[in-house]
């Protein structure tokens, strides 16, 4: 029994709800329970405890802020006394309400979730991956497995993510540095520090439109402004001394203006017709169907339409559920899922994947003593008996049988979680060289419960053998 | 109720007999459905008809959250003209539509799928991939 507790799970989720916890409640608030945001696989960082969420690196965001808010500070400053004296007082209100909007817009593109989608639990892969045609190969990549479907009577590809475990949905695409599925993802700007995907593209949007005026609205004003301190009898040259700053932000507008404008026309074009960045670039819809108006199936045919849609439609709630607890329940129905897949496997279990599964149990419990410093001492005495007593069902199945171990170890006091884990990624790195079959949602489980599958399947008399 | 367990301890005594995941329907594109076909799992365990009926209003209720319709439109502009600071005080209709599904889904577990030993899981806890549908051991409900 207290075997077991050794190499228990390193579930992060799963521990801080596990223990004594799981009997006595009010254990539960004295303990302190993690947010989900906590044990996130992604590379996003969290801050105000899961309120606002970041890619892993701000890219120029900085850079971005501060531009504009040197600019905008220099107008004021600079120019805009003299314009009111000269104009309207309506000039730095104006400049004023754009550059709250800009900066707001700003903000809330880049901290706000672009429509991550969480990846699959462990048994929905496990469901997937009984459902997805494995030839048995030896290989531990096997080819990229696509599913084809019909949208609006057209054919799409939709791709298996290995890292998040599922089939994604159309126009879901995996960003490499986020590490994240995000939905409708058009790109990762780093001038914003965040992916720009469903929730966050009409943030950013408005983002570069009110840039746009910012941008042109200060570029006219600096000119006018030179241009009347010339017209008092100075020459071009006296006035910019005398405004130096002006030169600053005429340089900075100047150059701004061209990119800005572009890439507001860019997408102006692509929300009227419905395409992502991503799409346009991949030319996923342009020259297939030339008989037909539009080879996109997502696209209403109407400008107006797919405008306001993208733009005005309602806002999806973020899927990642950054501030919830984890919960017992969410590890307890999960673990206890897998005591009964064990029969259907071993039940039809083939030549092919035993031999897959035994070799994979191999490596994974070579590269385990590498990784996992937790339990080694009893893995390896116990191993040859587990071999055969798991292998047949070891293959997809693994996974769940480890955390089929679970609940009876809910019972047992705590483990001490091992952190590390759940947020290395230099781990998940040397993880994922691992016949991807195998691997979880999150990695540090994964490996663990490999470990223990192989210390405590006969001890628990898990697995019923047919 | 004394008879009836609650189903946190439905889930906690009785051992999950299997899973079934039902995937979402893109035939319409983007919005969310889901597969409406009656998996044979639930054969033994449910009516057909009970079941797709309970699907049939979830998938509307989705699409009732993502219309295009006026107020969709409307809560945008506003949202557009607020600087986007609106969703910080407002309730989007989306997830009122969400807290509605919620309601249903725990009402639908509690007369209809508990009795029979089903639990159907909020899809937004699985981030609207799927419906699990987790089957639970008959053992547990001749207690």
Redesign the interface.
Known sequence: MMKNCEYQQIDPRALSVLPQS?QNNTEKTVQRSRRKWEVFPGKNRFFCDGRIILASQSGVLPLTLGLIIVTCGLFFAFDCPFLVKHLTVFIPVIGGALF??VV??LL?TSFTDPGI??R??P??AA??EKQIDTSGSSTYRPPPRTKE????QQV?K?KYCFTCK?FR???TSHCSLCDNCV??FDHHCPWVGNCVGKRNY??FY?FIISLSFLTSFIFGCVITHITLRSQEGKSLVQSIQESPASVVELVICFFSIWSILGLSGFHTYLIASNLTTNEDIKGSWSSKRCAEESGN??SYNSII?NC??T???????S???RRGFLSL?EA??AV??S???LPPFTVKSDAHMCTQSTKDVLERMVHSYDVHGLCPPATPKTTPLDLEVSGPAAASSEPSLSAGCLPQDARQPVVPPCPPFSRSNKRRDSLHSINPAFRLASPSPSLSRTTFILGDAPDNGFIPLP | MAETHSLQDMRQQAAVAAKVFLQRDYSNGTVCQFQSKFPSELETRIDKQQFEETMQTLNNLYAEAEKLGSQSYIEGCLACLTAYTVFLCMETHYEKVLKKIAKYIQEQNDKIYAPRGLLLTDPIERGLRVIEVTIFEDRSLTR
């Open positions: 799981a709250v909007f707001f817009s809330r989608l969480p699959a639990t048994d929905e469901d997937i479907i019909l949208i609006n799409v939709l599922m949905p159309p126009r939905e409708r009409r943030f408005s199936p997502y339409t306001c849609a733009l005005c439609g309602p806002m999806p709630p899927l990642i559920d329940d307890i129905p206890s899922a005591e009964i897949e």
